[in-house]
């Protein structure tokens, strides 16, 4: 039987979720406590059963933690294996993004990084190199913050074409690869902040995340700071994609596991209030690649409710029926095992979510 295990990073540590039955889970955590944890991924590729954990200290910086026991023990590199080079000028701030190579790429794990930078693994995450084609990037010495920092926080791998892939930066925007990284170009066409002096600018985009559709690997979503966007062509042309929501603004945008033209969102009111409207929290779905969008309900508080979902603290399962699962900066984790048909509360009283990732045991 297979078993659903939930990581749910912190600002005060990582939380480990496992279970056969989505309405009982077993908690242990937290692990590393008093650290902030903004990414985490399980690696079960080469016979490994490996979860990678992302863990930050004000006092001493970011490192990448390991466990081939689900957590009961952990591995901290006694040097930072995350760092840039001394040519670089740079130092490393927090890791926002651990993701899996693509197809052929088993020892492959990608990092995306604040500043914004890319590095790659080739020794199923033993060590890491920057990647240079991004950092010497003509584009980067102009990129400014988003109000959360300068930062890498989505990698998305191509699932036939392992020298495809995408990467989102705030406030830079989309940059695209063709060649495994050696060379990227800005792939915002179509988004537009009105906030910028040039509002379709070429980069400056403040992207906050993207999902790629289960049934075609070039159609995207996209949430950006003011809009929703859909690419049908790898991201070359981004189109907005917004009737039904009540508000463009939000952080997490995510696909369904399986279902081509699923995927789902969390509006939030606006950049300035950041907290779901009307006091009521709400997950939006769209089955038809973004055309329309409706709320889903059942099961999450419908008022009184003021919480913020941050760009990576939603994620699905591949179980089926699909699992959904969020966790809000006021502690909750809220999860569905039907698709978002109905939701209940997972577990309460955490600090506040910062990530929240699946994996299924076999």
Same mark, same amino acid.
């Given at each position: 039987m297979s078993q659903l295990l $939930?990581?749910?990073?912190?600002?005060?540590? $990582?939380?480990?979720?496992? *279970?056969?039955?989505? *309405?009982?889970?077993?908690?242990?955590?937290?692990?590393f406590p008093g650290r902030s944890v903004y990414s985490a991924v399980y690696d079960d590729? *080469?016979?490994?059963?490996?979860i990678l954990a992302a863990a930050a200290s004000m006092h001493f910086g970011a490192s990448l933690m390991s466990s081939d026991d689900l957590g009961a023990s952990w591995h901290e590199p006694d040097v930072p294996i995350v760092a840039f080079p001394a040519d670089s000028g740079a130092a490393l701030a927090n890791i926002w993004q651990l993701a899996l190579g693509g197809p052929g790429q088993d020892d492959v794990i990608w990092a995306g990084v604040e500043p914004a930078a890319l590095f790659r693994s080739a020794d199923a995450g033993a060590s890491f190199e920057l990647v240079r084609g991004l950092w010497d990037h003509p584009h980067r010495p102009q990129w400014e913050p988003g109000g959360g920092g300068l930062c890498l926080h989505t990698v998305l791998a191509h699932p036939t074409d392992p020298e495809r892939m995408l990467i989102a930066i705030s406030a830079a925007g989309v940059y695209a690869t063709d060649d495994g990284g050696a060379s990227w170009r800005a792939s915002n066409t179509g988004i537009k902040a009105d906030f910028l002096p040039?509002?379709?600018?070429?980069?400056?985009?403040?992207?906050?995340?993207?999902?790629?559709d289960a049934g075609n690997p070039d159609r995207l979503y996209l949430q950006h700071h003011w809009g929703i966007y859909r690419s049908d062509d790898g991201g070359a042309q981004w189109s907005p994609i917004e009737k039904g929501v009540p508000s463009t603004f939000g952080f997490p945008v995510v696909a369904h596991p399986r279902d081509a033209g699923t995927a789902y969102t969390l509006p939030l009111h606006s950049d300035m209030v950041r907290l779901t409207p009307d006091g009521q929290i709400r997950v939006y779905r769209t089955t038809d690649a973004g055309e329309q969008w409706e709320p889903l309900a059942d099961g999450l508080p419908a008022h009184d409710a003021h919480a913020t979902v941050l760009r990576d603290a939603f994620a699905a399962d591949v179980l089926e029926p699909a699992g959904l699962w969020f966790g809000t900066r006021t502690g909750q984790v809220y999860g569905s095992a039907d698709e978002g048909a109905s939701w209940s509360m997972a577990a309460d009283l955490l600090p506040p979510v910062t990530c929240v990732k699946t994996a299924v045991l076999a």
């Open positions: $939930l990581m749910v990073g912190t600002t005060k540590g $990582l939380f480990l979720f496992t *279970g056969d039955d989505r *309405g009982a889970l077993t908690r242990s955590g937290p692990h590729r *080469g016979g490994r059963s490996r040039d509002p379709s600018a070429e980069f400056g985009q403040c992207v906050h995340k993207m999902a790629r």
